[in-house]
């Protein structure tokens, strides 16, 4: 039975380590996968109120803690209903039989007769007098979890399937809500002197000068090169960071170029190349077709810059930080700073939507550093705007040749994808390194490029292999041994560059074809799930009457499967381009399975539409000098309000397949589908993002 | 040096340099959280505050040039438990994803609404341009605020 649990549960076997009855009638759920602005609470606690038959407002969650919460890793690539929803819905199940299973004993009678109503124990429809508070025990939450139980049939939900409320946005609108927000007693405020690149060394710092600057008392706290400005007033030791820069003399510090922004610059660097799928070499036919295509180094970007709080008090250090995997972070300070794991408590607290792997693991290490060398004080370390888009890990640039071999009907009968991309996973447990370590008397040795596995859903390779039915498909992986700069996982590391890609030749191929983009794709599709997708949203988009090609008005479509085993998403754009692309309008549909809260994954949806439209139009991390030369928003513009289009999203619903994770499943269609629409409405392709004005008119003129 | 101003209608008296941000009053002196950091820099809309009145940026607005005038955050629109209209249609849109720009978003179509109770569309997308939201939660912010002004939200 076991093999078939969830890692989750695997890692997490006793009872209690997830779920606990609390005497004011409430049910204490703890999960390891956090909130980050994906509406995952009240997902897992809709799924333990249906399992256990408790109403939704007694499940009290607590999330990422590594005292009192199971360890569940990162909360990253989808996977949180899929793996931490599953593993509730197992442990609720559990829970529940068994403590029925001992008040059948009890009462003398089968397990059967026995329900539950909102935690009370009913037998054939009467009360017993028993219910989860009364009649739990000890016994109930020191056992071994062994997925034994049978949870709820989909036809039996009443909760799961609802748009249940999330909890949290009350304290969002109207005050207090954030990491950024904490305040605890003797709090001191914190910011720190980056290192501007790995093995800089500082070799003079003018400390007069930056204490001016601060206009207040300030103390310094140095560690190697790790220099952190510290003081009760938080005024005064921003101005000191902001100052610092410029008394600061660092020798050491990596040149970068311009040309090393592009995805192209790759291609000559040295790399671990794998080749994956059928032989080579690709196949020769009359006609062969290649084009390649690009996405260039992004950021994050999150809307608060990171932050992190810590205290040293009576040997032990606490942390607060906004991290995608308490765990992982525990593990990864206690290690840098030379204490036991059982030394060092990580505790979640909500910050900005971080999209993948940015600064906040980084922020959190800045602020145990320094409560090492402040003990009894809470430091609070706020990241600057310019320090998060300069220092925050970026997202590889991304580099996809496709390769193509005709039939004489123009359909492919080999497909060769061949990628150059960094390592997209550079987590610290993940051959990745902290920020502040580089900056220690005693730095780790260089990352090491990283990239997660095949059976992980690949990260250069992420998308790569196309489902459609071509006889022969193969991948070969450039992964990037150095980048100029730290990279690391955002939304779905390779997805959107290789769907881009994918999808953008699909409708290339089926021009030369003649043959309608939609028309094309269907006949060289099978998968029953994506066939239906891609006719409900050409339905809906008045596909059947697109018009002519190169009016400066355009439509395109694309679709995929992300990671080629979660949610399928398919996206259809509308748009105008005049000198700048205007999105009008955005169909999509999506297929996640069982969706536990609709509501919730409506918004998943249409953020991902947003969030892909703004990086394949706008986005792209610039360098030069010394490093990252978009530093604010200014220089790393985003999606407007003003350029937002309207978006109609429909879920198709399969309430009898399993959970399919959804948060990143409509970036690629979208970048893609705008790629194609940008095509259909000039007539030209432009095949390196971001589709800048700059792009349209280098286009328009070839 | 003394600067007095009105913050969420109650007088306040502060002993803080005139050049300290708004935003750090707001935060660290009078521990009115809502209004949050983003960029420092008057680019993202994170700390925006009204003014008189008027939806202004707080991260780089010095605390001197408010002397005497009249603040309002998002705290003195309403609470967790009496939220104000604004809030409480963002509550029912569930117009959020992090929520993080949610605070200066609220403040922008407050001020939107007092000077214009019936927005159209374009109206309400020229008033939060000035805020950006990462996560993408655009159309159900958008909606949130119509509807808001379809139930009378002013005051």
Partial sequence: MSDALPLSILNNRRMDKWLRFQPDRTVKLAVGKVEIGQGVLIALSQIAAEELDVGIDRIDILSGDTADAPDEGSTSSSQSIEVSGRSVRLVSAELRARILGRLAQRLNCAPEELSVEDGAFLMDGNHTGYDYWSFSGPEDFAAEIEGSAVPKPASAYKVVGQPVPRRDLIAKVTGAAFIHDIVRPAMLHARVLRQPSRGARLQALNEAAIRKAAGAAIRLVRVGDFVAFVGDDETAVQRAAAAAPGHATWTGVRVLSPLQQEAAWLRDQPSDDRHIGDPGPPAETRVVVSETYSRPFVAHAA?????????????????????????????????????????????????????GHNGADDAALDAALIAMQIPDHCIRVQWR?????????????????????????????????????????????????????????????????????????????????????????????????????????????????????????????????????????????????????????????????????????????????????????????????????????????????????????????????????????????????????????????????????????????????????????????????????????????????????????????? | MTIELTVNGSAVSLDVEATTPLLDVLRNHLDLKGSRYGCGLEQCGSCMVLIDGVAEYSCAREIGSVSGRTVTTVEGLGTPEAPHPLQRAFLEEQAGQCGYCLSGIIISAKALLDRNPRPTRADIVAALDRNLCRCGTHTRIIAAVRKAAMSGATA
């Fill in chain 1, 303 to 355: 809307l608060a810059p990171s932050c992190g709080l810590a205290e040293y008090r009576g040997g032990h250090l606490s942390v607060w930080s906004h991290t995608q995997g308490v765990y992982p972070l525990r593990n990864s300070i206690a290690d840098i700073l030379g204490l036991k794991r059982d030394q060092v408590t990580v505790r979640h607290a909500h910050g900005a939507g971080c999209y």
């Fill in chain 1, 385 to 702: 705007r310019e320090e998060e888009f300069g220092f925050e890990p970026v997202s590889t640039a991304h580099m996809t040749r496709l390769r193509a071999a005709l039939d004489d009907a123009g359909r492919p009968v080999d497909w060769t994808a061949e990628v150059w991309a960094g390592s997209h996973v550079q987590r610290p447990v993940f051959g990745g390194t902290m920020l502040a370590h580089e900056a220690l008397p005693a730095p780790p040795p260089p990352p090491k490029a990283n990239d997660p596995t095949e059976a992980n859903g690949g990260g250069g390779t992420r998308n790569g292999f196309p489902m459609y039915d071509f006889p022969a498909k193969r991948v070969i992986h450039h992964l990037a041994l150095e980048t100029p700069v730290r990279t690391s996982s955002l939304r779905g590391l390779g997805a959107l560059p290789n769907v881009y890609a994918l999808e953008c030749f699909m409708d290339e191929l089926a021009e030369r074809a003649g043959v309608d983009p939609v028309v094309y794709r269907l006949s060289l599709l099978s998968d029953p799930r994506a066939r239906l997708l891609i006719a409900n949203v050409a339905d809906r988009c008045g596909w059947a009457s697109r018009g002519p090609v190169g009016s400066g008005h355009g439509l395109g479509l694309a679709w995929s499967r992300y990671k080629n085993k979660a949610a399928y998403a398919c996206v259809a754009v509308e748009l105008d381009v005049d000198q700048d692309i205007v999105l009008r309008r955005v169909w999509c549909a999506a297929d996640a399975g069982l969706v536990i809260n609709p509501d919730g994954a409506r918004n998943q949806l249409e953020g991902g539409i947003v969030h892909a439209a703004s990086m394949t139009l706008k986005e792209q991390v610039t360098l030069d000098g010394d490093g990252i030369t978009s530093l604010d928003w200014d220089h790393y513009p985003i999606l407007k309000f003003s350029e937002v289009p309207e978006i109609d999203v429909v879920i198709i619903d399969n309430p009898d397949l399993p959970t399919l994770g959804m948060g990143e499943c409509t970036f690629g269609p979208t970048a893609a589908a705008i790629g194609n629409a940008v095509a259909h409405a000039l007539g030209v392709r432009i095949r390196d993002m971001p589709l800048t004005r700059e792009r349209i008119a280098a286009a328009l003129v070839r």
